[in-house]
């Protein structure tokens, strides 16, 4: 079972959670329990594949009862048949030390995918059980709008309603991913603001609990707990990767936006994995700031920078990260957030922030940074890497080098000890972020496939500066609904 963040809403079925956004007083689901994964159990699961992983994991937040094991295992191979890779990740070992998760053999490539086909399968066939329609909403900041539409397009019951972020905010491979989908129940808004201001009429219509109820409003950003929950296995399969013998802390980089990963990687430890994280982020640096200085804020204008997914200061998923180091407080969870949304800064009381900083850690690449990664991995490897990843990679070179001053107090043998036990996630491929790879020196990448998407016609309507939003989202779920009513 679960309930909210904050509190308010509790004993609510795996179903339930899957078919909803925020909750009614503002949270997010969290599971009221968290599942024990004994060390000796650890090392039976360190042979298995990525998909049986996901098989093992998820069963353990959803009760027989609401989906049977089998029926989530036919689902599972069904979202993963579209994979490029039958193994759905590797694990690229590189000079210097360097380990890489590529989790970028989706249909977008792009790390969402392993949630998101995942949770299009489940979707469908919790609607059609039902025998019900949904209207999903969700926001993007580049990657999770076309995989999204990839998962659900031509899905019977449901319609997915995308805002992404206009003026160049996305790069043109992940725009035309969105954009170009022609099937009736993909709708796409091209909005004229960063991702942080066009979740606001995402947000208004979730805490809008009636106008929720009446037009089966979902949504598929990580704010919904199936998305991390199934990355979940994104961290033992790392783990055991890096680590088969089970006996050492593994650190996990990962590269942080709205925090899902994270919030996944907090719910695997607390499930008995050992691992550390380190949220490596872009010029945008809203997890320093709350990992170094305890302040969860936004800082002045959000900065457009080469890694588009970060361009964030707002972030789902810290919430669910509060949840879980104030050891499931509610009451302070609440008044935190209701802080948080009033003053757009929280300060941490200090033993959250001091459980948060034995756990997590922070790394600030700006674009210089994210281009010099980029470079020295390519002349290194002749291994291109995603922005994204670069400053993943960035901390890995940070970290090991001589040269680095802050190293000088780490022996050489520490130094590659700790790198032995490290690895940078991959979150999407290079193919998607041609102006960076330029931009860094590195020879222009080509695919036939995505190039043809410059051909497909477009299929998006403009939300303006000027525009009401919030009118024109409410507006497009009346206007499904309708359509639904008139088809049934």
Known sequence: MYQSTRGGVTNVSFEDVLLSGYCSDGGIF???????????TLKTWSTLSFKELVKKIVPMFILEDDIPNKSLSDLFDSGFSRFSNANIVELKELSNG???????????????????????????????RRNRHATIVVGTSGDTGGSAIEAMRGLDHLDLVVLLPGGGRCTEVQELQMITAAEGNIHCFRVDGNSDELDSPIRRCFLDSEFVAKHNLASINSLNWSRVM?????FFAAYFKVCPSCDEEVEIVVPTGACGNVASA??????????????????????????????????GALDRSLAPAMDIQMAYNVE?????????????????????????RVDLPPEVHRKMREVISAHRADDDAILAAMRRCWEENGYVVCPHTATAVHYHYYTSDDSNSSNSGISVDERRKRGRMRVCFATASPLKFQEAVTSAGIPVLTDAHLDALKLKPKKCEEMKRDDDWNEMLRSRIIQITGRETRRH
Not at 320 to 344: H, K, Q, Y
């Open 98 to 128: 360097l380990k890489i998760m590529e989790l970028f053999y989706g249909p977008t490539l792009a790390f969402k995918d392993i949630s998101m086909v995942c949770l299009g399968q489940l979707l469908e066939f919790c609607l059609s």
């Open 30 to 40: 969290v599971p009221r329990s968290i599942p024990q994964i004994p060390r000796e």
């Open 230 to 234: 199934i990355q979940i296995a994104n």
């Open 266 to 299: 907090c719910f695997a430890r607390k499930m008995g994995l050992p691992i550390k994280m380190v949220c490596s982020v872009n010029r945008n640096d809203f997890m320093t700031r709350l990992i170094d200085r305890g302040i969860y804020s936004v800082e």
């Open 320 to 344: 669910r990260l509060f949840w879980i180091f104030s050891d499931g407080d509610s009451e302070l969870v609440r008044s935190l957030m209701e802080r948080f949304e009033r003053t757009l």
